[in-house]
């Protein structure tokens, strides 16, 4: 018979909010995934798909700065996107060397299709958690993440 598994000591480690939010990471990423599995669309494809609807023309620039990721992050993130069909490039215009990215017919369809179920992932995340304690952890990470100079958020279900 195996031996239990051994007890840790963490130490500090759960005292320490950049761990916590690593482990409150990785359990949305598993969170989104089980909700979307039948989707094909990752967290960062999903939340480019809502900047884009919010936003027509958004540059990639623009995508880049809003999701704080890396010019390349989001060229990986675009391309499945494109190739499906769900999103068209379109030149700027008065600076045709800017690209624009806006949903294709197809693609609001099917984000709109597909956007409720942020609705559930985001339940199934903060199952247990009293609605009070939700709102306020929201407004802290808005706050810890400068989120909240941007605008106040628009929650729906």
């Not at 599995?37 to 609807?53: C, H, K, N, R």
């Not at 010019?71 to 045709?96: F, H, W, Y």
């Not at 299709?113 to 306020?136: C, M, N, S, V, Y």
Request: glycine content about 10%; aromatic content about 6%.
């Amino acid at each position: 018979m195996p031996a239990p598994p051994r007890q840790l000591d963490y130490g500090l480690l759960n005292d320490l909010g950049g761990h916590l939010f690593r482990h409150a990471f990785l359990r949305g990423q598993q969170v989104f995934g089980e909700v979307f599995a039948d989707a094909g669309i990752t967290p960062l494809q999903f939340m480019t798909l809502e900047l884009v609807s919010h936003n027509p023309g958004v540059t990639h620039k623009e995508i880049c700065a809003a999701m704080a990721s890396a010019p390349s992050v989001i060229t990986t993130t675009l391309k499945p996107l494109i190739g499906k069909g769900a999103l068209l490039r379109e030149r700027k215009a008065g600076d045709g060397r800017q690209i624009g990215y806006r949903l294709s017919p197809q693609g609001e369809t099917w984000f709109q299709d597909l956007r409720p179920k942020i609705h559930a992932a985001e339940r199934k995340l903060f199952k247990g958690l009293p609605a009070d304690q939700r709102i306020a952890l929201l407004q802290a990470l808005r706050h810890l993440t400068e989120r909240d100079r941007l605008g106040q958020p628009v929650l729906e279900e």
